[in-house]
């Protein structure tokens, strides 16, 4: 208990003599936070702070005495200041550490990722570790302009449409903090609700986008209350942009091994791919290598130009592709030429195939852009299950047979010589 206290300390507190008097020091101050100097047995000093302004401090030392314990008590908010920022910076330091270390395996781990996938759950594991989210998911965005789960846990079992956050923060292309369900709720109509019942009590997300390209987003969820240092938004933006370059890159790769292997202009497997992809079929199974020229092309070409011929090929690509089977290979060879291979039980089924599709060609084109009839010239070679001719002497033989249709007038099917 206090027995006494002298003006300076009643003036520091705030108090008079009679209202101090007879009171316990634990009830008029308390150790400081955060294990600075903390109170114990010995004369100390410890650090001490105001039990109702948390930001003034002291120091107290212990000395005693017959008569009672005698504490000296020194003003120490400024110390306390300083020491209370000493610690948060190193702390901040440590942390900063850390992150970087995190920043630069993750980004050792997405340039090695191989897959969109890889890379997708590479980055949900990485950030939610770097905010120890309980759950932490990457979208992507479709084709079609939706939103899909790529990697982690969607904190809501798709109970809600997260396409309005996650265009949101796509379009606004910064990092988003949400700290509770209102300000979700002022963020997005429907997620604080959602939010409260998912247990979900903020979320960081930041936008994956590079360059002019917007791949989507990732989202850490919380079930804590969570706030956010000042390393929060530079450590998203870090990881949301590398994971995006590497986004890129993988498309990128794709694009130039698609280009390598289709033609650019029917977008079909080119005469490499073809090849390649026979290699497989023949000898596998019975199989048909059906060899289609277009009829009188080059007239079109130079009646009305190559864009004409082109949007012509396009369509004889698109009718090709809907004449022939699930399972089909249909492929441009080069020029007006065109090879589809199938896997057939008997020969009549080849031949059948072959006057569906040149049904088909021979339909009107409605585009205004040729106002031409198309008819071909199809040469069908046929080869037995088990057959060790090479894919390059099939085509040959179907080759030889088209001309053969060519040579008797066109606009008709021929069979190889076996």
Known sequence: MIAEANHWFREWYGTSADEMVGRSVDELLVPAPGDLLPAGAGPGPWMMVHARDRERAVMVSRH???????????????????????????????????????????????????????????????????????????????????????????AFDGRIDLGPLLRSVSAARRVEKVLDAETGERMVAGLGPAMTAAGVRAFIAAPLHHEEADFGAFVSWFHHERTFDDEATPLAEALAGQAAQALATLRLQAQLAHAASHDEVTGLPNRRLLETQMDQIVGASRCAVLFIDLDDFKGVNDRLGHQAGDRMLRDVAQRLLSGVRAGDLVARYGGDEFVVVCEISE??????????????????????????????????????????????????????????????????IALAEN
Do not use: W
């Open 347 to 412: 020969q009549p089924e080849a031949l059948a195939l072959s006057q569906r599709i040149l049904d088909l060609l021979r339909g009107d084109l409605t585009r205004p852009a040729t106002h031409q009839r198309l008819s071909a010239s199809i040469g069908v070679a046929i080869a037995p299950e088990g057959s060790q001719s090479p894919a390059e002497q099939l085509i040959r033989r179907a080759d030889l047979a088209m001309y053969g249709a060519k040579a008797a007038g066109g606009n008709r």
């Open 64 to 154: 005693p005495r017959s008569e009672g314990d005698f504490l000296v008590i020194e003003e120490a908010s400024e110390r306390f200041r300083a020491l209370t920022d000493l610690r948060r910076r190193y702390a901040l330091a440590d942390r900063t550490r850390t992150r970087l270390q995190l920043v630069m395996d993750s980004s050792i781990a997405f340039s090695s990722s191989t897959t969109e996938e890889r890379l997708a759950e590479i980055l949900a594991d990485t950030t939610a570790r770097a905010y120890r989210a309980e759950t932490s998911a990457v979208y992507l965005v479709e084709p079609d302009g939706t939103y899909a789960i790529a990697a982690g846990t969607d």
